[in-house]
């Protein structure tokens, strides 16, 4: 029988119409989703053949691109990672690779002698593969990539300047009300202590009201010996006595340690006790636990907690003008106690004025710049940033970036999932070049 082009397929058990619309419906939903919806549309047909007709629609035809745009996607997160290839000037995805390999990339590039920019993040693998595959195109790092290498890095920064934020801790002076540490070494909580002093202030309560010792005794059921103890004493504190009077506590050496931690806001006994522990603390953990449950159950006045390194990070990386005027303030305070926090300072903002401003050749000035402070974490970026100078001032300078590659990585992640244990790459593949 004769069949009519654009509308029968011999052997078939659809329209073509059907089926294309079926292959549309399998590329948006995938196979069980598809399925479903194809149900309520009045078709039955099932999971398996929605995906075979996807994956069966012929490859598209894409243009020779000028600019691309480069990144990774996972299809097993931490083990298994693939490559999309993106053209910046349309938008859309024309590639899916395997692998992030640098040979696969610059076997693809090596096909397209057409290819002028090639967008990436800072991936030692791509810019291997863009050089070998495209010697002759411009590589750009990615703008936002920049950036958020420089933040991670300013937050090292200050988190290694963590001392220097207690300037922003308000002094409170002690009030009279504040009781004033004990001198004795049993503090109170501790059960010989609180039984000593209880049965000091009976004793000399009933002496008080006029009662004899022998009355004491028979009353409070002591010894007379013990009676003759707590009367003669004029404070509990003096029959705190035996062979620890004279002798330093284990953990005295490391209370400023722990007050330091507590004052910073670690509150945990376990923690702090494995902090201790490298520093030759030879005692045991309940005597840790003890310490800072005195420090708990005291009355003190609730201290002020510096801000954390990533708020005070947060404050250097945002824009002077949009910080608040409690913020404008701290930050000055933090920036005249620290000179190292001044300097990253000023240098994040110069970067920023780099970036904004498109002035990609400061860049080596800037790094020179870096070079001159004491800021490890920034020498370990600039250090970084050297070895790939070129692809980084061109991304400072010119308009392209990876930023539509990130949207269609997200893509993926969304097709992945909605076929995860059900199709491999090719589905995949197909449904990301196809469906966008």
């Known amino acids: 029988m004769e069949q009519i082009s654009g509308l029968t397929r011999r052997y078939a058990q659809c329209t073509e119409r059907m089926r294309s619309t079926l292959a549309a419906v399998g590329l948006a939903l995938a196979g069980r989703a598809g399925a479903r919806l194809a149900a309520v549309l009045g078709v039955s047909v099932s999971r398996s053949t929605i995906v075979r007709l996807a994956d069966a629609l012929p490859e598209p035809e894409v243009p020779a691109p000028r600019v691309v745009g480069v990144d990774e996607y996972a299809t097993r997160k931490g083990r298994h990672y693939g490559t999309v290839l993106v053209d910046i000037e349309t938008r859309r995805p024309i590639d899916l690779l395997p692998d992030r390999e640098a040979a696969s990339l610059a076997a693809w590039l090596a096909q397209r002698p057409g290819v002028e920019v090639v967008c990436r993040d800072r991936a030692p693998f791509f810019a291997e593969g863009a050089a070998a595959g495209a010697p002759q195109a411009v590589q750009v790092a ?187 303030i701290q930050l000055k305070a933090v920036r005249t106690h620290c000179p190292e926090l001044d300097a990253l300072t000023r240098h994040v903002r110069s970067f920023a004025s780099m970036l904004t401003g498109r002035q990609g050749e400061r860049l080596p000035e800037w790094l020179d710049a870096v070079r001159q402070e004491d800021l490890p974490s920034l020498h370990t970026l600039a250090a970084g940033i050297d070895r790939d100078r070129d692809a980084v001032i061109a991304g400072l300078t010119l308009p392209w970036s990876s930023g539509v590659v990130e949207g269609h990585v997200n893509r993926i992640k969304m097709l992945k999932r909605q076929m995860f244990g059900r199709a491999g790459f090719s589905l995949l593949r197909k449904r990301v070049l196809l469906a966008s």
């Open 142 to 328: 990615d703008r936002w990539h920049l950036w958020h290498n420089l933040s991670e890095a300013a937050e090292r920064c200050v988190a290694q300047h963590r001392r220097c934020l207690r300037v922003l801790m308000p002094t409170t002076p002690q009030s009279e009300s504040e009781p004033v540490p004990s001198a004795s070494p049993w503090p109170r909580g501790h059960r010989f202590a609180d039984r000593t002093r209880s049965r000091h202030s009976a004793v000399h309560a009933l002496l008080k009201a006029g009662h004899s010792r022998r009355s004491v005794q028979r009353q409070l059921g002591m010894t007379w010996r013990t009676v003759k103890q707590f009367a003669d004493a004029a404070t509990p504190e003096e029959l705190f006595t035996g062979q620890w009077q004279n002798r330093p506590a284990v953990l005295d050496d490391y209370k400023p340690y722990l007050d330091d931690r507590w004052n910073e806001g670690c509150t945990n006994a376990w923690k702090l006790w494995e902090e201790i522990v490298p520093l030759n603390y030879k005692g045991s953990y309940q005597r840790v636990r003890a310490y800072l449950h005195v420090k708990r159950t005291s009355p003190r006045p609730v201290i002020a907690r510096p801000p954390s390194p990533r708020a005070v990070a947060g404050w250097i990386l945002r824009h002077p003008d949009t910080l608040t005027e409690s913020e404008q």
